[in-house]
């Protein structure tokens, strides 16, 4: 794509005829700076589809981070999605990061998804170690929602959105690779330089946990939007 709102306004339309063929539709959010776009151009659109029945499912949440935090995910997805499309706050999930919870929170999260009908269209973000959702490498292709560590260069990447690194969570409950691979349609968005690297090992590199975006060479839909920079180690 040529720009980053041109990929919003591709995956606007594509969430807008999955939401026209299935009203009660279920979506699999990200967060993070990448999906920003589709949100604004769904946004600018939300007139043109029913959207009181849609149901969604964030993939991650910082662990021990106040929901009430401005930077928990729950408080972006509020900000970010819920408001400006004026989605049923019932319908929209983020995995529970409280400490008091956490135990059983991964096995409920899953619960929920089940209960939904599955994922009906997931976007997703790739981090600069080629993490999808919070699985940073390692994890396990199989892998169910669970606590994971953030790795430093996670951190350092996410310290834009906190006065500093320290205040970065040094902890997450993540959808896991197994989970987002059983949605029926994955959309991977990069842009910029600085996803070169992780979009051009998840596309052509090998299948392997040290690069967790390469599961998705293995999912029967997958669809991957990048723009001229993050395109730009592509064989
Ligand atoms: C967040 C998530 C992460 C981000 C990734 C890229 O829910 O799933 O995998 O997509 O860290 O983050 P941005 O988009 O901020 O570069």
Do not use: W
């Not at 209960?115 to 009906?120: E, H, K, N």
């Amino acid at each position: 794509v040529d720009s980053a709102d041109q990929a919003g306004e591709l995956i606007a339309s594509e969430i807008i005829a999955v939401i026209t063929a299935k009203p009660d539709a279920v979506l699999g959010l990200a967060t993070g700076s990448t999906p920003l776009p589709v949100y604004r151009a769904l946004a600018a659109r939300r007139d043109e589809v029913d959207l009181s029945r849609v149901s969604a499912f964030a993939l991650d949440e910082y662990v021990g981070l106040p929901v009430s935090h401005p930077e928990s995910y729950r408080s972006v997805i509020t900000r970010d999605v819920v408001e400006p499309l004026g989605l049923d706050p019932r319908r929209v999930h983020v995995p529970n990061g409280s400490l008091d919870t956490i135990q059983h929170a991964g096995a409920d999260y899953e619960a929920a998804i089940e209960a939904a009908g599955g994922v009906d269209l997931q976007i997703l973000g790739i981090g600069t170690d080629g993490h999808i959702g919070f699985n940073e490498p390692g994890s396990s292709f199989a892998s169910r929602t669970r606590v994971k560590t953030l790795t430093m260069q996670t951190r350092r990447d996410n310290a834009r959105f906190f006065d500093s690194i320290d205040d970065v969570p040094m902890h997450c409950i993540t959808q896991g690779l197994g989970t987002i691979s059983r949605a029926r349609h994955l959309v991977l968005l990069a842009f910029g330089e600085g996803k070169a690297h992780a979009v051009a090992g998840a596309v052509e590199g090998p299948l392997t946990a040290s690069l967790p975006g390469s599961a998705l060479q293995l999912h029967e839909r997958a669809t991957v939007l990048v723009d001229e920079a993050a395109a730009s180690q592509l064989q």
